[in-house]
């Protein structure tokens, strides 16, 4: 799906262009939300299955924490963008093999049956993300309003609070405010399970309210820790721009090594590197995911001694998701 064009003016609902994509069948429904309990690793989860271009629901708890939340956010919508560059990957090699076939429109033809199926569900259908922390106070005490966030690559988001959208604030092409009152799907002043049903809204247009998209919040000017896996291995979200990374490099010393600070703890020697494999045993790495791309990620890993199996995030002292991390010579 080609990028959207950014709306910009205010208006009391989806156009056109938009009323089309709320209109697609949905391929996926996935939930991130702290309804649901937390535990398993959702990353390894998702990723397995978009790696292998399979499209399903999924279900992944967050806990109290709204980084984790935003985490997954992002992660959906770049899975997504995964299984585009692998599609499209795969038709650049069909015709480039075949390019009589492609003259003629019959390259679809060429492609492998579960790359036909992704191309068609990628162009015809609709993913969607459930973001949901929705607490109560004498103010929301039946929770903030949800909005709709529509990505540049046709993801659609339904979210509250806003922070949840922090993560792909510049991917948002489109905002729309789900008000309570008045709701076509539940009772806005009673219902106590908004997020059950809460995603049909894209059923019920006239429901949606523009809204400027600059009212989502920055997800900050600090490099965070932002999840952990069943490992122990930790992924850091940097700060924006390229600050976080000329502060990575400058902090690397002759020996490759870099001081690895959280909440402003003793920091910790990591070795900068391009992949695991190069970190010694035994002892932490830091590199980027070749999976990521130009993702802004880094990972932090606890390289295993042989026959042992111990976790960085406890190496560490256990810190909390979205702790911050500063790279400081060592």
Request: hydrophobic share 35%; proline share 5%.
């Amino acid at each position: 799906m080609s990028r959207l064009n950014t709306v910009r003016q205010l208006d009391y609902g989806p156009n056109r262009e938009e009323r089309k994509l709320l209109w697609r069948p949905t391929a996926a429904l996935h939930i991130v939300s702290d309804t649901i309990s937390p535990g398993d690793d959702f990353d390894a989860r998702l990723t397995s299955r978009y790696r292998h271009l399979r499209f399903t629901d999924s279900e992944s708890g967050i806990g109290e924490s709204l980084e984790l939340g935003a985490y997954g956010v992002e992660l959906i919508a770049q899975l997504v963008d995964g299984v585009r560059a692998e599609v499209d990957k795969a038709v650049e090699e069909v015709l480039k093999a075949h390019p009589i076939a492609g003259r003629f429109g019959a390259g679809n033809l060429l492609l492998h049956p579960d790359i036909r199926a992704a191309r068609r569900t990628l162009d015809n259908k609709a993913v969607i993300v459930l973001a949901n922390s929705a607490q109560r106070d004498s103010e929301t005490p039946n929770g903030s309003h949800f909005y709709l966030a529509i990505l540049d690559n046709g993801v659609e988001v339904v979210a509250t609070p806003l922070s949840l959208l922090s993560y792909v604030r510049r991917r948002v092409v489109a905002l729309f405010e789900i008000p309570n009152k008045d709701h076509p799907h539940f009772d806005g002043e009673r219902e106590q399970f908004r997020s059950s049903v809460v995603a049909r809204t894209r059923q019920k247009p006239k429901h949606l309210q523009r809204v400027d998209k600059g009212i989502i919040p920055n997800h900050g000017k600090s490099t965070k820790l932002v999840y952990v896996d069943n490992f122990g291995n930790g992924r850091l979200k940097l700060r924006g721009g390229t600050g976080a990374v000329s502060e990575l490099q400058s902090a690397r010393n002759d020996d490759g090594v870099v001081g690895v600070k959280m909440n402003g703890n003793e920091p910790v020697k990591a070795h900068f590197t391009d992949c695991l494999a190069r970190v010694p045993s035994g002892e932490f790495g830091i590199y980027g995911n070749v999976a990521d791309g130009d993702a802004d990620y880094i990972e932090l890993v606890l390289r295993w001694p042989d026959g042992e199996r111990p976790s960085g995030h406890k190496a560490l002292g256990s810190p909390a998701l979205g702790s911050e991390v500063q790279f400081v010579k060592i």
